[in-house]
């Protein structure tokens, strides 16, 4: 395990292109959602990646395009017509033999909750699986992704005032036909280890508390501890499963999940700061404002008057 802690992690792409030494041109650091044609960045191949942690969601469309790529301990091959996608957290690395035509999208949670649907893990649990064996679609049915991706890329290059919005309508269209296309028959033996169910219980707890708490059912803040009594174990044993399966300690989820929830309600309802800083457990404003600010570089007020 102590070999696996050495290995790199990225909080976006931007920042793995970078240390990969690829073209960043294409990347919009003003939001955490990216959009591109893969074959516009490796123009060399065949590539290969190291091993490496994205804390971000990604999403691969390859129409034309032969490779491999790893999630934690499973090998995949990619060729003409697959699509796959890794939610954050994971060890994994990619490797492309051809590449003419792949889209690829990032984006965190984050945007997910501002711009995609409030109660995303809900509507869509597939974001929390551990891990979802990639689908090889015949061409029709691909051309149905073709056509969504497509219009997103073209709404990512414009500066309209309204352009999150768009995309997260569009990416709503996206993750149904995903649901439609994955998830129906999806295999649980890739989530079978006792380790991964516990990840698996912890998110989704982590997600119904926010979820509570953000509509005001409760306003008590979980520790390790009720984690811990809720799927019934120890927790240094959950903080130890936690730590060394997606390489963040459950104070960092935590905090994650708070200024997650703290954006979307900043953005998407007039309830004041006051108010969202009680919903989010918090006894003072003042301390919530510092905490968001702490997390964030900006206060609570200038991220609503940004945002809006």
């Known amino acids: 395990m102590k070999a696996r802690e050495k290995q790199l992690a990225f909080d976006s792409l931007l920042q793995q292109y970078q240390h990969f030494g690829l073209a960043v041109d294409k990347i919009d650091v003003q939001t955490d959602f990216t959009i591109h044609n893969l074959a516009d960045i490796h123009l060399a191949l065949p590539f290969k990646s190291p091993v490496y942690r994205a804390n971000f969601f990604s999403f691969v469309f390859t129409k034309n395009g032969r490779g491999n790529y790893t999630t934690d301990?499973?090998?995949?091959?990619?060729?003409?017509?697959?699509?796959?996608?890794?939610?954050?957290?994971?060890?994994?690395?990619?490797?492309?033999?051809?590449?003419?035509?792949?889209?690829?999208?990032?984006?965190?949670?984050?945007?997910?909750?501002?711009?995609?649907?409030?109660?995303?893990?809900?509507?869509?649990?597939?974001?929390?699986?551990?891990?979802?064996?990639?689908?090889?679609?015949?061409?029709?049915?691909?051309?149905?992704?073709?056509?969504?991706?497509?219009?997103?890329?073209?709404?990512?290059?414009?500066?309209?005032?309204?352009?999150?919005?768009?995309?997260?309508?569009?990416?709503?269209?996206l993750l149904l036909k995903v649901k439609t296309y994955f998830w129906a028959d999806y295999n649980p033996i890739y989530e079978g280890n006792r380790s991964s169910q516990i990840v698996k219980g912890f998110k989704l707890l982590l997600e119904q508390h926010y979820r509570d708490l953000g509509t005001g059912k409760t306003n008590m803040t979980f520790r390790v501890q009720d984690y811990a009594d809720a799927l019934g174990l120890h927790p240094n044993y959950l903080s130890s499963v936690i730590k060394s399966k997606t390489g963040k300690a459950i104070g960092a989820w935590i905090a994650e999940k708070t200024i997650a929830e703290a954006k979307a309600m900043l953005q998407n309802s007039t309830v004041s700061v006051k108010e969202i800083a009680f919903r989010l457990g918090f006894t003072e404003a003042a301390h919530f404002s510092n905490y968001f600010k702490k997390h964030t570089e900006v206060s609570p007020v200038l991220f609503r008057r940004q945002n809006v």
């Open 73 to 173: 301990h499973l090998d995949f091959g990619i060729v003409p017509g697959t699509i796959y996608f890794t939610n954050p957290g994971h060890y994994k690395s990619h490797e492309w033999f051809e590449l003419e035509n792949a889209f690829l999208i990032t984006l965190s949670e984050s945007f997910l909750k501002e711009n995609v649907h409030a109660a995303i893990f809900e509507e869509f649990p597939f974001l929390l699986a551990e891990t979802v064996p990639p689908r090889v679609l015949p061409p029709t049915q691909f051309a149905e992704f073709e056509q969504l991706y497509l219009q997103i890329n073209k709404e990512y290059q414009t500066n309209s005032p309204y352009r999150n919005r768009m995309i997260g309508s569009l990416f709503v269209v």
